[in-house]
């Protein structure tokens, strides 16, 4: 039997249709620590979101086309980029739109991230948005245990509510720089509300029926199950993996403290059973609902591997970034089984930003090209591939700082291209581009998602035929949860998840055999 406390009600009333409300604060501040505009002080504190120079977007989005494009395909990109680029040409027009709106905004970007990226996302959030996590199994296996867990569980939760509400909860860091936390204000204070009562694959914009029963799609899901199995699953669209991970850090640590017996100083009520009027309409809504999920779980396979040989230790004793050594290896691992590379997204935080959320690395490289095609080449001198391995890591290094600082392409290129839109103007030949197709088409999408407690943080493909890959790097192991569709007959989960574990031994070996230069 699984008990799902699902998280706290809102006020539909308020909603907005298809979009994000934030109610009411349902939980009262009760700490006389609040500390009241501490949150608005800091938030304001931020640096805005830069727009970056266009014609610096325009060579480096060249730049990352090059390992996954021929060269005959770069050529007729390169000739819409200078055409788009030109003086008096309509790159600059909508360039200083955004720099327009960036100085209207408090970030350019975040509205229409959340549009664009969650609300205005067709396919169905279970599995193609919306992340799942998987703690470490908790030490009970009945019944008994499964209830007291539960009620630890939502009171630890309420317990990380309150700091929320007090102002009181710690402001957290980036390379020694503050970080907007208003992902933790969004995420137990709003929901989602679907349009559509189904959703079908229709242009919002243009029109839609009315719904016939407004569904609330609350954030968080927690899920506790009666062998000791927990996780917990949640929207995507208010906030990034590491504000849930924090929230579900600190659950953890709270139901591990030791049981204060405490018995209500007032006696409480007994529970009350709630009793749900399902209309026969409503009961089929729910089978059919059932066995869409049921189609789209039995055609995903999650493969779940604890790579138990060395964790970010390793990498640092080396002196090279463990994020950039597991991407590397991913690289590696792909190319070895497809004899490609292939456009790659891995997650970087905007958070430095005020209302920052994502940026994207784009971690095909010239340089990783480079390195995994040299990799198993028997030609090639160890010092050879070693010194290609510190490139291509030296290479992936650059990109995260400058994605994290707010200079990377994705960003900018979608905000060119919704400021065409905003300006009802026809959306630039770049965007038509096949090449743009190909740069979005990512076979893999990978996030770094790092927790205190030893779980396991997963997310679906963004592509038919890709894979979704979540890692979560701990001192002396990583995990790692590696998605595809069993329907697609290119990608196979299982052979992704064995080259990588020999991705990361290979490279192991090669570090701890070769002598090199300090990267
Ligand atoms: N030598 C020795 N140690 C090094 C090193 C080097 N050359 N480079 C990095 N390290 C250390 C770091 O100091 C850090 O130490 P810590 O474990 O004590 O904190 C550790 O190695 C990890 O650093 P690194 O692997 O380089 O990654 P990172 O923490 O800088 O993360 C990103 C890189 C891109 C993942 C991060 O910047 C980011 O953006 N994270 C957010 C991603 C996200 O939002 N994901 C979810 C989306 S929903
Ligand atoms: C509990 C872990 C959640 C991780 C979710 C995540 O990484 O989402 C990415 C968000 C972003 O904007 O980069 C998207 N991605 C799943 C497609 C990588």
């Known amino acids: 039997m699984w008990a799902v406390c699902s998280r706290v009600m809102v006020k539909v009333g308020l909603a907005k249709p298809h979009g994000l409300v934030n109610p009411c604060h349902l939980v009262k501040p009760v700490s006389a620590t609040r500390v009241t505009g501490r949150y608005l002080t800091h938030q304001s504190g931020l640096p805005c979101l830069p727009v970056p120079p266009l014609q610096q977007t325009c060579d480096r989005y060249i730049t990352a086309l090059e390992p996954i494009m021929e060269v005959d395909e770069l050529k007729h990109t390169r000739e819409l980029m200078e055409e788009f680029q030109k003086p008096g040409g309509v790159g600059e027009r909508l360039q200083k739109g955004l720099e327009k709106r960036a100085s209207n905004t408090k970030n350019w970007l975040s509205e229409w991230w959340v549009q664009v990226a969650y609300l205005d996302y067709r396919m169905p959030v279970v599995i193609h948005s919306s992340p799942g996590l998987v703690l ?135 529970p009350q059973k709630l009793h749900f009027n399902i209309t026969p309409e409503i009961k089929k809504d729910i089978e059919e609902a059932k066995h869409s999920m049921n189609k789209l779980a039995q055609d995903l396979d999650m493969r779940v591997m604890v790579f138990s040989h060395f964790g970010k230790n390793l990498p640092k004793a080396h002196k090279i970034s463990p994020d950039a050594f597991i991407q590397m290896a991913l690289q590696l691992a792909y190319y070895r089984m497809y004899q490609r590379c292939c456009s790659t997204y891995e997650s970087a935080s905007l958070r430095m930003f005020r209302l920052g959320r994502t940026d ?158 300090k990267l």
């Open 136 to 270: 470490p199994r908790m030490d009970y296996s009945d019944k008994q245990g499964q209830i007291r867990f539960a009620a630890k569980l939502i009171a630890g939760v309420l317990d990380f509510k309150t700091m929320i509400d007090n102002e009181t909860l710690p402001v957290e860091y980036l390379g020694g720089k503050p970080l907007c936390m208003n992902q933790y204000y969004e995420v137990l204070s709003s929901c989602r509300i679907p349009g559509l009562k189904r959703d079908t694959v229709v242009n919002h914009a243009k029109s839609s029926p009315p719904p016939k029963h407004i569904t609330v799609v609350h954030n968080f899901q927690f899920i506790v199950g009666e062998d000791g199995m927990c996780g917990a699953n949640y929207e995507h669209a208010p906030a990034e993996g590491p504000p849930i991970v924090a929230l579900i850090d600190h659950v953890v640590e709270y139901t591990r403290k030791p049981e204060t017996a405490q018995s209500p100083k007032v006696p409480l009520p007994m």
């Open 360 to 517: 994207t690395i784009r971690s095909a490289s010239s340089a990783s090209a480079a390195f995994v095609k040299a990799f198993d080449d028997h030609s090639r001198q160890n010092t050879e591939k070693v010194d290609l391995m510190g490139k291509a890591i030296k290479a992936h290094k650059s990109y995260t700082n400058m994605a994290i600082s707010g200079q990377a392409i994705d960003r900018h290129l979608l905000g060119l291209k919704m400021q065409a839109v905003e300006d009802k103007i026809s959306v630039p030949d770049i965007f038509k581009d096949s090449a743009y197709n190909k740069a979005l088409h990512y076979h893999l999408s990978t996030s770094q998602v790092p927790s205190k407690t030893d779980c396991v943080m997963c997310f679906g493909p963004v592509v038919p035929n890709g894979y979704g890959v979540c890692y979560n790097p701990m001192n002396d192991h990583i995990n790692f949860a590696v998605s595809s569709f069993n329907g697609c007959k290119e990608t196979n989960g299982a052979l992704l998840a064995q080259a990588l574990e020999d991705a990361l031994l290979d490279m192991r070996t090669l570090l701890e055999q070769t002598p090199r230069a």
